[in-house]
Nanobody, 116 residues
């Protein structure tokens, strides 16, 4: 079955960096777009970024553009979110997602906490 396992979250100071990873299994990773979304405390899900199958096309929300970079390694079945110049408003649970046969699959998320 589809499994998505995120890692790499933690506590970081404003202006700091983190790299999140999402390890995928149970499907042919290289054939599917991958997505990162986030949920801040007390708020709904927010789309952050997505990447096409080969990694040549990437898209970002305005709130993270220029600071976060999505990438993927199809040989490792892993999608990454490189996070730079982090702000307190980036504090959230970050979740990776894929869609297969019209059904969304979600990881359990990894917590990012940006605070001094």
């Amino acid at each position: 079955q589809v499994q998505l396992v995120e890692s790499g979250g933690g506590l970081v100071q404003p202006g700091g960096s983190l790299r999140l990873s999402c390890a995928a299994s149970g499907f042919t990773f290289s054939k599917y777009w991958m997505y990162w979304v986030r949920q801040a405390p007390g708020k709904g899900l927010e789309w952050v970024s997505d990447i096409n199958t080969g990694g040549s096309s990437t898209y970002y929300s305005d709130s993270v553009k220029g600071r976060l970079t999505i990438s993927r390694d199809n040989a490792k079945n892993t999608v990454y979110l490189h996070m730079n110049t982090l702000k307190p408003e980036d504090t959230a649970v970050y979740i990776c997602k894929m869609t297969w046969r019209s059904r969304d699959y979600w990881g359990q998320g990894t917590q990012v906490f940006v605070s001094s």
